[in-house]
């Protein structure tokens, strides 16, 4: 599709399904190398597969990032493929279960501080040695629920929390080494979370969420990783610590707005990318 992201090697964690896939396959087709982190039973080879047909360059690897060790051979298998890394974007992240905090259980907290926020600390220690080499950048996902707290999402919320403000830290420590630090927002995206059938939200869950929303529908993976392909790039080379929401205006919405929004709004882009994956991912199966 273009040249934006020529010459760059990348790490994309999360990257066999939903968003993950579509940045993945973004860079991909904008002319980066990338490594495909994922869980063993994520399709990353599938989607590393993918990209090498469609004339990229890519390679997966299959273990739990939150893991030190599996962080730093993450990194190490970037610099020996592809001899350096540019960019690290941590897309890795769970949503296990929707509960009122009373009833919101310890294993599924202690899961998404494992795999929510230890993997992007661990992938983000691992990675700056050499993002200092290259002057690259960290790009991290942070959500809706970071900035402005969800109800039986709190724990959630939490924990994008911490992103936010990790990665607002990070950009002012790391700039005396040319590292920018940004962060996606995403709100309610057509993947396995928000879907009744696929993730832990319940059917009138789904229906206020899009109710909720200004353009009345759920964004894309590939409306997404847009906005993840131009942080990642030259183009945003005096943007640091910045939270770009990618979230249909919910975030700012006042009250069930979306039912009013203009049907060309309501109307999803068809997108360029062959995603496979994106309703896969469930993470309600913890491990």
Not at 66 to 86: H, I, P, R, T
Request: charged fraction near 20%; aromatic fraction near 6%; include cysteine.
């Amino acid at each position: 599709m273009g040249n934006r992201l020529e010459g760059k090697v990348a790490i994309v964690t999360g990257g066999g399904t939903g968003i993950g896939e579509a940045i993945a396959k973004k860079f991909a087709a904008e002319g980066a190398s990338v490594v495909v982190a994922g869980f063993p039973e994520d399709p990353v080879e599938q989607v590393a597969k993918d990209i090498m047909e469609q004339g990229g360059a890519a390679i997966a690897f299959s273990r739990d990032i939150s893991s030190e060790a599996n962080a730093k051979s993450c990194v190490e298998l970037a610099v020996k493929q592809f001899g350096k890394l540019d960019i690290l974007i941590n897309n890795a992240g769970v949503f296990p279960e929707v509960n009122l905090l009373q009833d919101y259980t310890t294993e599924g907290f202690e899961y998404m501080l494992k795999n929510n926020i230890h993997s992007a600390f661990q992938m983000s220690k691992a990675a700056l040695p050499e993002l200092h080499k290259t002057k690259g950048n960290i790009v991290s996902a942070g959500s809706e629920a970071g900035m402005i707290g969800i109800a039986q999402n709190s724990p959630y919320g939490g924990t994008k929390g911490f992103i936010h403000a990790f990665m607002k830290g990070l950009a002012v420590e790391q700039a005396q080494f040319g590292v920018r630090c940004n962060i996606v927002g995403p709100g309610p995206i057509d993947t396995a979370w928000t879907h009744d059938s696929t993730g832990p939200m319940d059917s009138k869950m789904v229906k206020t969420m899009k109710e909720a929303t200004p353009m009345g529908r759920r964004g894309t993976p590939e409306e997404v990783a847009n906005v993840y392909l131009f942080l990642a790039s030259e183009e945003a080379s005096y943007v640091t610590g910045a939270l770009y929401m990618v979230d249909g205006g919910i975030t700012v919405a006042k009250g069930g707005v979306g039912t009013e929004a203009d049907a060309s709004m309501k109307k999803q882009p068809d997108g360029e990318l062959e995603l496979k994956h994106s309703k896969d991912g469930h993470t309600s199966i913890r491990k």
